[in-house]
């Protein structure tokens, strides 16, 4: 009975092995990430879903990827993706665009904030060809 016990105990560990390495190989930022693949993406394959592609999100203006359809307060509110504008969309989206479709309860944890903008500078645009 132990015995069979122990193999069992074994079998659910080489089961899990990927999954525990998967997670434990993420980044703090990934794991951030985490919260908003339902709606985005992010990377050189990323595609716009219910939410625009986050792939060159830093230094870019709010409303202008090309080929997303958003919300009139998203285009309209100007802003440039910094660290500051991001961090307080991030916190409080309704509060910083008034009207905005997106749906996130907010992020409340500065470190985690951190973590993910810090993920999602390591995707810049891509280079014009």
């Known amino acids: 009975m132990l015995r069979r016990l122990l193999l069992k105990a074994i079998a659910c560990i080489v089961m899990l092995q990927p999954l525990l390495a998967s997670a434990a190989a993420q980044t703090p930022g990934e794991r951030q990430f985490q ?4 709606c985005h ?4 394959s990323a ?3 219910f939410g625009p592609s986050l792939t060159g999100v830093m230094g870019r ?3 202008s ?5 958003y919300s009139s307060a998203m285009k309209n509110s100007k802003i440039v993706w910094d ?3 991001l961090s307080a969309f991030l916190k409080n989206p309704d509060g910083v665009v008034p009207g905005t479709r997106m749906r996130l309860w907010g992020y409340n944890d500065d ?3 951190r973590d993910l903008i810090a993920y999602l500078k390591s995707y810049p645009a891509p280079a014009s060809r």
Do not use: D, L, V
């Open 111 to 113: 470190q985690q904030i």
């Open 61 to 63: 203006q709010s409303g």
């Open 83 to 85: 660290e500051k504008t």
């Open 47 to 49: 595609r716009h879903g």
């Open 41 to 44: 993406q992010i990377g050189p």
């Open 65 to 69: 990827a090309s080929g997303y359809s």
């Open 35 to 38: 919260r908003c693949i339902n």
